[in-house]
């Protein structure tokens, strides 16, 4: 079945029908879903959601545009938040250098602090990066713990740096932008990683694959990733879907989680 890697059910997008569409997922495919906290309120949101829904999970973290809201207390929190039964990653956290919201020393703080936090309590991690390349990979490497793998989530970076991380033991989360027609250095990027290491995944409500492109996403919307993906390979879309599920759940070790 479908496992949507990185999604954001506690947008407010979903404020509407949420209700609806959350059962309505498991019906059409979908097995597991991981929900990601990008700000204190989006973690504490996460909270609610996954004692709510079995099947799904959630990450806890702040992304880089929010890292404003940390400091010694509210982190003291976010920490121990991880500590919830149904939390199985620390994240997002990282660098966005395009938004640029907060300065990048303080980015890189709390992108510290985050990666600490996941050693600390044997966590993998969901890496947001963009327009960061090299400083991403410069703290990353200076973080790196065989304990808590990472993923780069909505991988936008070349086929080359690709590479490093897969030899690294990270995974690549691909999602909608794969389905575009402009979309080149992915598709590269793509053929080129070794299944094992993609996880597939929505950042719902953002980035809809073709034919809904600019639409309100959901994990549902994953069978056009597959396709693609399969299509990249050589494969069919049950394979990827199939191999990707196995990849998520060893990714977020949800074999210790039952
Ligand atoms: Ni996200």
New binding site residues.
Partial sequence: MIFDS?A?YDDHAYDGDREEILPALARDGVGTVVN?G?SLEGTRRTVELIRKYPFMYGAAGVHPDEVGELNEETFAWLREQCLQKKIVAVG?TGLDYYWDKESHEVQKKWFVRQLKLAKELSLPVIV?SREAAADTMEILKQEYSPQTPAVI?CYSYSPELAREYVKMGYYLGIGGVVTFKNAKKLKEVVLETPLERILLET?CPYLAPEPYRGKRNDSRNLTYVAKAVADIKGLTPEAVIEATEKNAGTFYRLDRRQ
């Fill in positions: 990185h954001h990601v990008a997002e947001h989530h950042d």
